[in-house]
Structure formats: structure tokens, C-alpha cells
């Protein structure tokens, strides 16, 4: 799978939710694009990703 | 041959710019051709726009306007004052891309924070002692009439949620999001591109310290999303915001809505 234009492995059936908990990040605190479209929130744990997907991670940190 | 002086359309029978000048003000004017402001004399052309600006006396309304604008890339003008922007919170980034945005003229600026000035923000906001307790939207407010009162300034006291994110910001082309906490910053990036296909996003993430000012760029990490900061530096115990590196980033989102305004969206 392309993770943010790398190459990354997947496992079979992961979750969204695995995956990024796995990664570490703060599923609070980002935007998840899943092959050019944004995934809702509320579908990050049913979400069953494969080698062919494309994510785009973006990752706020504070300040303003 | 016509050209445009101070705003409104003249002609001038085959003259050099300080002999425009001398036509139709003084030798002491400064002279304003297409932007540049000139030094030495130069031939003008037809549709050239030529401001003369008499030191230290208040024009009229309209003459202001154009003398205010002079100093813009020409044809630049017409397209922002039809450009309509929404800026979602009004700290460190908002506050300051609200002034660049009046200084340039964008004409409808939206400004929403529900928060009231405090002393911390002195620090990096544009806001003085006399704001303090003020509502940010209307310290604000004020400021930009000062600045650039022929734009439209429309401002809401509330907090912004994932609810209203529709009702605020779906007739805006372009939201500039500067939030300060991450989890607001994302909320408001996940809401806009869940429920509003037609508006662009410039964000910003990572401006806090005093590391390299060459670090905050300007990226575009999905179609509708630009973000910019250094991505990396959070405000945190130990790494406080201050007001040069808040100012850069708010620098580079202000000169990425004023590019997309005129039309480019590369970064």
C-alpha cells in the first residue's frame, strides 16, 4: 500500500483504525485521504484496507 | 492615447509620466507606474495606470482607493476585491492573515472566533492594549477599517464545530483555517472536505519556537488542502509560540489565498 507516496506493508484485513493505531498517529489530530477521497471518521474501524489502497495522512500539530 | 490616473480614465496627447506629473499635480508627487513606483522619468503607454500621490493630504473616497492599490500588479485589483475569504479563528495566524488580506483588498473578508482578547496574545496577535477584554472579531474588525475601509467584514462570535461548519463557511470559495489546538485544526479540515466539495482549505501546522524560519513552507497534501508551517514543531511545555515564525506562516497562507485568488493553485 502507498502511505503519503511511500511504500508501506499492510497486513491482510487491517483496519483503518489498526493501521493508524499501529503507525501512532493521533486519530484526533489528522485527515486520512483513502485513494483521493476523505474517509469520515466514523468509517476509520470498518475500513478494510489492501495492497492497492493509497493513503494520504495529514497530521496537525498545535499552534496558531 | 488613454490612460488611467488615480483611478479614472484620462487622455493624454503622446506624454512621459513627470510630464504627466507636471500636467496634473506637482513636482514633488511621487508617481506610481503599473505598481512600480519610479524614480526617473519613463514614456507611458496606452492603458498604462498612473497613480500621483500628493504627500500628506486626504483625498476623496474614490481617488483613495485607487492610490491605495496602486502599489498591486496591475489587474490584480478587479480580481480581489471579488474574492470573498473566511478566516476561522482570529489568534497568531488569523489576526494577521486578516491584515495582509484587507492590505491587499480582498473584497469580503468573513471573520469568526468566540474568544475575547487577553494579554497573552500580545505576544504574536494583531491586537493592542486598548483590545484588551474585546471580542477578537470586532478588535478586529476595527483594525481592518482603518486599514482598508472599502471591503466588506462580516463577523461571527462562536465556536466553531464539526455542526455548523456548513451553515459558516458554504458560500466561502476559500477558508483559511487557523485554529491553534490540532484536534480543532483537524476537525474543521475533516468537516470542510466531508461536507463542502466546493471549498479550499489553507491550513497551517507547525510554526511554534524559533527554528529555522526556512523551515515553514507552503505544501498541498490533497487537492482541496493546503498546509503550511514546518510540520513538525507543535506548541508545547518548553516551546512557546512567538510572533516572527507565527507571522511567516501566516505570510505564506496569506500569499497562497492571494494565489489562488488570481487563479494559480500551484503552490
Known sequence: MKLNGKTVPVEKGQTLFEFLTAYQFDCKTIAVERNGAIVPKAEYESIRLSDEDILEIVRFVGGG | MQVEVNGKKRTLAGCSAFEARALLGSETDIVIVNGFQIDSDCPLSEKDILTIIRKSSLPGQEELESMMM?????????????????????????????????????????????????????????????????????????????????????????????????????DYDILCEAFDKPDAKAMLVNAVLEKLPDVTIVAASGMAGFSSSNLIKTTRPLE???????????????????????QICAGHQANMILRLLVGIEEI
Open chain 2, 70 to 170: 496602486a502599489r498591486h500588479t496591475p489587474e490584480v485589483h478587479k480580481r480581489l476585491k471579488q474574492g470573498r475569504v473566511a478566516i476561522a479563528g482570529l489568534g497568531g495566524l488569523g489576526s494577521n492573515i486578516a491584515v495582509m488580506l484587507a492590505r491587499i483588498g480582498v473584497g469580503q473578508l468573513l471573520l469568526v472566533d468566540f474568544d475575547i482578547v487577553e494579554p497573552s496574545n500580545l505576544n504574536r496577535q494583531s491586537y493592542y492594549i486598548r483590545h484588551l477584554g474585546m471580542p477578537k472579531t470586532l478588535a478586529l474588525q476595527s483594525q481592518l477599517a482603518e486599514i482598508n475601509p472599502f471591503i466588506q467584514i462580516e463577523t461571527r462570535m462562536e465556536r466553531v464545530e464539526a455542526e455548523n461548519v456548513a451553515e459558516l463557511f458554504g
Open chain 2, 224 to 246: 482541496r488542502l493546503y498546509v503550511c508551517g514546518d510540520l513538525e514543531n507543535g506548541a508545547r511545555i518548553g516551546t512557546g509560540l512567538m510572533a516572527p515564525r507565527v
